[in-house]
């Protein structure tokens, strides 16, 4: 599995993140995910339990550092991030497991792309259908706060079936395994 020191590549099939590393990486990966929601649901429970108007509803961190529910650069840069954890981290996967792992990486592929539409529009003040904010394709149907809701559960739920798949594979998914992410493989 690894070469002489200094010749491990970190990305691809055999990269380190896919081998080695694979499961740190997914972990980390998955605080990351899990903050993302945190913030998410705290909004809602704001907004719905507690009745704050949508503006004053900012999550956690979110009361304490407002830019970050305002800031499109943000919100673009996460979506960056999750799509670059998924193509990196994909490699790692075999069987089924790979099978939700893509499904919930083309997912993102959409909301990544929702999400450059709305930089797009805040970096030109041009925004979509002459919305007063800048606007995302389903956001014409869905208000913004429930619309990032359904796109973060559409996006989570195939990759956490993809982890469990993929901790728990059937003998042959496990003999084309190269990381120790399956319940009882060595570290």
């Known amino acids: 599995m690894t070469a002489s020191v200094g010749t491990d590549r970190l990305l691809g099939p055999g990269g380190l993140l896919n081998t080695r590393y694979h499961k740190p990486a997914l972990m980390v990966y998955m605080v990351i995910v899990l903050g993302h929601w945190a913030e998410h649901l705290t909004q809602a429970f ?7 108007p949508r503006p004053e509803a900012g999550g956690v961190l979110g009361l304490a550092f407002p830019v970050l529910v305002t800031s499109e650069w943000l919100h673009y840069a996460y979506a960056i991030v999750m799509m670059v954890a998924f193509v990196i981290l994909r ?11 893509n499904a919930a ?24 259908m002459g919305a007063k904010v800048p606007t995302s394709i389903a ?34 998914e496990r003999a084309l395994m190269r990381c120790s992410c399956a319940v009882g493989a060595s570290a």
């Not at 704001?46 to 704050?52: C, D, F, N, S, V």
């Not at 559960?153 to 003998?171: G, Q, W």
């Open 139 to 172: 956001q014409l149907a869905f208000p913004r706060v429930e619309l990032h809701l359904f796109y973060n559960a559409v996006v989570f739920l195939p990759m956490v079936v993809a982890m469990v798949l993929h901790m728990r594979p059937r003998p042959a």
């Open 46 to 52: 704001q907004i719905y339990a507690l009745g704050w």
């Open 105 to 128: 990486m083309w997912i993102q592929v959409w909301h990544h792309f929702e999400h450059l539409l709305l930089l797009v529009q805040a970096l030109t003040a041009a925004n979509l």
């Open 91 to 101: 490699h790692g996967f075999t069987g089924r497991s790979r099978t939700w792992w």
